[in-house]
């Protein structure tokens, strides 16, 4: 199974997919060479409540991932806590369609909330919790207490950041996630199509949340990042800033 962490069917949190575009994005994964991916939204975005009912209305459900154009897709969330940090968060559709409702009172900057109260929160699902772009300046996680950072099952490698940072950026997520002993995977950060398959894990076949967690602690898998990794995140970030000036022109 080859799976990337850390992906969004919208190309903005304000520019929301439609189900024939979503579709077409789940065809260019899998051309990209994915076989499986976690849609991390935005659970702040405009449309994250119609976005997982219309999957659910939509396609078939297996284990705790949908079957969607030949790909396993599991559902999940991208949260930012008050403190500054970016929380994966990936469930079944049910866990992760309740807590986006749970959190829509925190979707506002002013109203989010802190770390340990969404820690907290998060206790009573079963859900794997991946810090994203770890050291990203704009949104770091190395300025949280060691009693935060050590309850992430994982710590992401975002594509985005070895664009941005180059290649010693995975040195330095290595290293900070072995302080606290605990594992890294790779996330492409995709918005737009272009850029899957930046960063690729491949894993044995999983079908539940319960499965990833344990690949993951055994650290049965292996992350690989693509040749063409500029030139995918580039042209992503193109695109999508082209996409950006047209709506609001």
Known sequence: MYIDFHTHANLAKKITVSLEVFKGKMQEAKESGLTALAITEHFNSKNIIDLYETLQKEFPYKGEYYEIEGMKVFCG?????????????????????????????????????PVKDLIELLADFNVLKIGAHPLRESTPWEHHDSSVLKQFDAFDLNGKDLYTYGNEIEERVRTFASQYNVPVVGGSDTHHQLQYGSIINEFPECESIDELRSTIQKGDYETRISPCIDIKVKAANQVKKMIKQTITV
Do not use: C, P
């Open 77 to 113: 969330l991208e949260i930012d806590v008050k403190e500054t940090g970016h929380f994966l968060v990936i469930g079944s559709r049910d866990d992760i369609l309740t807590i986006a409702r749970l959190l829509l009172a925190h979707q506002k900057e002013e109203n989010f909330l």
